[in-house]
């Protein structure tokens, strides 16, 4: 039975925008917890479909932000009150993908969903692999993932 979701955005070409699929692929390497769904998204249009089912979900993003690999938690709340600024590198952000899911879904109530996201200077073109400082917060990113999930990995 799933518990819970755990969705990686990003493009591992993309240097540091990719650094969603990074901390999704530890997690999965680490083993994650009985019940958890792990899915890896390029685009975060694509995340309405899994906001479907009543579980938890942990969306995992690269955000716009200084100093690069700081991991910072939000929801999709303090996401909406941070407009005009971009919180994503993609041309349709999270915020985006939340309220197309609610139109989706015919005003049916939307799982909790919490954001653990990597601050990211904006991307100048493709490029493979992350940078140091980006590359250091992917173990962190993964634990806080685990304990908004409420599993103890110390």
Do not use: C, K, W
């Amino acid at each position: 039975m799933m518990r819970a979701r755990v969705i990686g955005l990003g493009q591992s070409a993309a240097g540091d925008d990719g650094v969603g699929v990074a901390v999704v692929h530890a997690f999965r390497e680490h083993g994650p917890p009985s019940g958890v769904e792990i899915h890896h998204l390029r685009d975060p249009s694509a995340l309405a479909a899994l906001l479907d089912a009543n579980v938890p979900v942990v969306i995992v993003d690269a955000v716009l932000g200084s100093p690069s690999g700081a991991v910072v938690e939000l929801t999709p709340e303090d996401l909406a009150t941070r407009a005009p600024l971009r919180v994503s590198s993609h041309g349709l952000g999270i915020t985006e993908a939340i309220g197309l899911a609610r139109v989706l879904n015919a005003g049916a109530d939307l799982p909790v969903i919490r954001i653990v996201a990597v601050t990211i200077a904006r991307p100048i073109g493709y490029q493979d692999g992350l940078s140091a400082e980006v590359a250091a917060a992917v173990p962190r990113a993964a634990e806080r993932v685990l304990q908004i999930l409420g599993v103890d990995h110390a």
